[in-house]
C-alpha cells in the first residue's frame, strides 16, 4: 500500500454506528460503534462482515445504522438504507447513500501461505475524529482454504475491514481465532545431596521436589474471507 493510499483511505472505508434519529437529525451522543466497512463501487455500494450489522427488527425507535464518511477532506454522517448479506461468508452488501465514492478494487487473485497482505480498519477503543482512529496492520497469510488465516490478531472493531494485497482488496476481516497448545516444563531446582556439593537438575527426579508444570499457550489469529467469493454468493442469492 503507497503512502498516497494510506492517506487517503477514510474516503474509501467507514466506521458503522447504530445512532438514534430524532425529525431526520442524528444524535451523536447515543451512536454504538458496530465495525468498519469499505467502498467497491464510485456510488456508494460497501462490503462490511455480516455479523456487526443488527437486524431491521433489532432496531429499538428511532435507531438506525449510519456510516462515518471522509468526503473531500470533510467527515460526513450518511444512511445505510440497505443491505443483502450471506451469513454462510459472514459478508454483507451495503448501499451508502451517496452518490459518488472513491473505491477499491477487489481482486480474486490466488494468495498462498506467505503471502504479504493489510488490514485497515477502525479499532472500537479508539475515539472517532479526533484523527487516531484508523489502524493499517501487516503480516502474512498462514493458511488458505477454505477461509483465509493471517498471522496476527485484530483488535475489536475491524471487523469487516479489507484485507489487501498491496492496494487491491482480496478480502475482508471477520473474526479472530484462538489456537492452543499445551508446553510441558519442569523447574529448574538446586538441591543438597547427602552434605554434598549443590546440584542443578533441570529435570529433577521427583524426591528432590521437581515441580512439573503445564503451560498453556494462546496463539490468536486472523480469520478473513476471500472478497470476490462472498460477492458472488451474494449475487447469486439476489438472482
Not at 454468493?233 to 438472482?239: D, E, P, R, T, V
Request: aromatic share 8%; proline share 6%.
Amino acid at each position: 500500500m503507497t503512502d498516497v493510499v494510506i492517506h487517503d483511505a477514510r474516503e474509501y472505508l467507514f466506521a458503522i454506528f447504530e445512532v438514534t434519529v430524532v425529525n431526520d437529525a442524528v444524535d451523536l451522543e447515543t451512536r454504538r460503534f458496530l465495525g468498519t466497512g469499505f467502498f467497491v463501487t464510485p456510488k456508494g455500494d460497501a462490503i462490511t462482515a455480516a455479523h456487526v450489522l443488527p437486524a431491521p427488527n433489532e432496531l429499538g425507535p428511532g435507531r438506525r445504522v449510519v456510516a462515518t464518511v471522509v468526503v473531500d477532506g470533510k467527515e460526513t454522517i450518511a444512511w445505510i438504507n440497505h443491505f443483502a448479506a450471506s451469513h454462510h461468508f459472514d459478508v454483507a452488501l451495503i448501499k451508502v447513500n451517496l452518490t459518488k465514492t472513491k473505491f477499491f478494487d477487489t481482486s480474486d487473485i490466488e494468495i498462498n501461505p506467505g503471502t504479504d497482505v493489510n488490514v485497515v480498519g477502525f479499532p472500537s477503543h479508539q475515539v472517532i475524529g479526533r484523527g487516531l482512529e484508523m489502524r493499517v496492520l501487516k503480516g502474512h497469510a498462514t493458511a488458505v482454504m477454505p477461509r483465509l488465516e493471517l498471522n496476527f490478531p485484530i483488535p475489536a472493531g475491524v471487523s469487516g475491514s479489507p484485507v489487501m494485497v498491496y492496494t487491491t482488496v482480496v478480502g475482508f476481516a471477520t473474526g479472530r481465532v484462538r489456537s492452543e497448545e499445551i508446553d510441558e516444563q519442569s523447574e529448574e531446582i538446586t538441591t543438597d545431596v547427602g552434605g554434598q556439593k549443590p546440584c542443578t537438575h533441570w529435570k529433577a527426579p521427583p524426591f528432590h521436589g521437581a515441580r512439573h508444570q503445564q503451560y498453556l499457550r494462546v496463539v490468536v489469529t486472523t480469520r478473513a474471507v476471500p472478497v470476490r467469493a462472498a460477492m458472488a454468493a451474494i449475487y447469486k442469492q439476489g438472482a
